[in-house]
């Protein structure tokens, strides 16, 4: 059914799924959610950033991860809701989700870094990888305790394992997604090199 009406439609489907997961993704969830808890304005703290990483450092652990499930969450309704229209249009719901929680209209085009939508975007597309993404994430981290590091690695495996497990339109999906997530993290990037990155557990 989705691949007849997909076909009847023409792209609608995919400019209809662009539009509802741009949107959706747009959404601020770290700065509506401080700012509901009388936090105030968490761009003007520690990075300035809107994501669940930032929001942790108002020191409300829980805000910082209904933050990170709601970040996540978005991409993978824009995923999955778009997917019963065929993969194109799941596919472009999805990656329209991601570029609106980066670069979100109402905040100037200043968004987070996107991990945890990417994640949903997974979860929304292809379930499974979401466990593969965790393992190798677990993996880094426990032995490096760079928290950066090990998103790093794991968004560079996804569109690998992806395209070996036949995957390869969703590979390329997130082969861009991991490139554009790489160069959020480009200041992250820089500080392990430079060895100055804090390790998960650091204090201060």
Same mark, same amino acid.
């Given at each position: 059914?989705?691949?007849?009406?997909?076909?009847?439609?023409?792209?609608?489907?995919?400019?209809?799924?662009?539009?509802?997961?741009?949107?959706?993704?747009?959404?601020?969830?770290?700065?509506?959610?401080?700012?509901?808890?009388?936090?105030?304005?968490?761009?003007?703290?520690?990075?300035?950033?809107?994501?669940?990483?930032?929001?942790?450092?108002?020191?409300?652990?829980?805000?910082?991860?209904?933050?990170?499930? @709601?970040? &996540? +969450?978005?991409? *993978? =309704? #824009?995923?999955?809701?778009?997917?019963? !229209?065929?993969?194109?249009?799941?596919? $472009?719901?999805?990656?329209?989700?991601?570029?609106?929680?980066?670069?979100?209209?109402?905040?100037?085009?200043?968004?987070?870094?996107?991990?945890?939508?990417?994640?949903?975007?997974?979860?929304?597309?292809?379930?499974?990888?979401?466990?593969?993404?965790?393992?190798?994430?677990?993996?880094?981290?426990?032995?490096?305790?760079?928290?950066? @590091?090990? &998103? +790093?690695?794991? *968004? =560079? #495996?996804?569109?690998?394992?992806?395209? !070996?497990?036949?995957?390869?339109?969703? $590979?390329?999906?997130?082969?861009?997604?991991?490139?554009?997530?790489?160069?959020?993290?480009?200041?992250?990037?820089?500080?392990?090199?430079?060895?100055?990155?804090?390790?998960?557990?650091?204090?201060?």
């Amino acid at each position: 059914m989705p691949d007849i009406i997909t076909w009847q439609l023409g792209p609608l489907p995919t400019l209809l799924s662009l539009a509802f997961g741009y949107l959706l993704g747009s959404i601020p969830f770290g700065l509506l959610l401080t700012r509901m808890a009388g936090l105030g304005d968490v761009r003007k703290i520690g990075s300035g950033n809107i994501g669940a990483t930032n929001v942790l450092r108002t020191g409300n652990k829980k805000l910082a991860a209904a933050t990170l499930l @709601l970040d &996540a +969450l978005k991409g *993978t =309704a #824009a995923a999955a809701i778009a997917s019963r !229209f065929g993969l194109e249009a799941g596919i $472009a719901a999805g990656f329209a989700a991601f570029m609106g929680h980066l670069f979100p209209v109402w905040l100037g085009f200043k968004g987070g870094k996107g991990v945890a939508t990417y994640l949903g975007i997974l979860l929304g597309l292809v379930p499974f990888m979401l466990a593969v993404f965790a393992a190798i994430w677990v993996s880094v981290a426990y032995l490096t305790r760079y928290s950066s @590091l090990s &998103a +790093l690695v794991a *968004t =560079a #495996a996804c569109p690998v394992v992806l395209w !070996f497990t036949g995957y390869e339109e969703v $590979a390329v999906l997130f082969a861009v997604m991991t490139l554009i997530t790489w160069i959020k993290h480009r200041a992250n990037i820089s500080r392990l090199l430079r060895g100055t990155e804090s390790r998960i557990g650091d204090k201060g």
